[in-house]
């Protein structure tokens, strides 16, 4: 699943719940040149969205708590390369974050230039340790049985 630069994120339902990290994206701000990171995330019930990072020393801050709320060890933290004057571009800088899920407070944006909101992934935090994710319940599509093959002046017909 890729993240759209266009794509707004406002699939997630307002409230808060757990969230897994199913994909990432860098790109530049085209106004400042700010690098961002987002991370696609999906809930337990197939709602997607993402959560946004400006890469910048300012903000560097959130992203450090983001990986905490991820469960994000000192071992894989020391992998990633992911710096805020300089981010690493190549895709295992923010592997590490694939599948681990997080708390999402999901809530509606303020109004932009437009005066469309967006729900956003305001706050995060951990998941309680002995929580386990729902077993995703796979959908079996089966080819339809073929109809018997009927016969001329069959008594079983009802006309």
């Known amino acids: 699943m890729a993240i759209s630069e266009e794509w707004a994120g406002g699939a997630l339902p307002l409230g808060t719940y757990p969230v897994r990290i199913v994909s990432h994206n860098y790109r530049e701000s085209a106004g400042n040149g700010t690098t961002w990171l ?70 509606l ?3 932009n230039h437009e005066g469309k909101q967006y729900a956003n992934v305001n ?8 929580w386990k994710p729902k077993e995703r319940v796979q959908r079996v599509t089966a080819e339809p049985a073929e109809a018997p093959a009927r016969r001329l002046g069959d008594d079983s017909l009802p006309f």
Do not use: L, Q
């Not at 706050?123 to 002995?130: I, K, L, M, P």
């Open 38 to 107: 987002s991370f696609g995330v999906e809930s337990e019930s197939g709602d997607s969205g993402k959560v946004d990072f400006a890469m910048t020393i300012k903000a560097f801050w959130r992203f450090i708590a983001f990986s905490k709320a991820c469960n994000i060890t000192e071992e894989e933290a020391d992998k990633i390369e992911v710096r805020p004057w300089k981010p690493d571009y190549s895709p295992s800088a923010a592997n590490a974050y694939h599948g681990k899920w997080f708390m999402a407070y999901v809530t």
């Open 109 to 111: 944006s303020e109004p």
């Open 123 to 130: 706050n995060f935090g951990r998941v309680a340790d002995d």
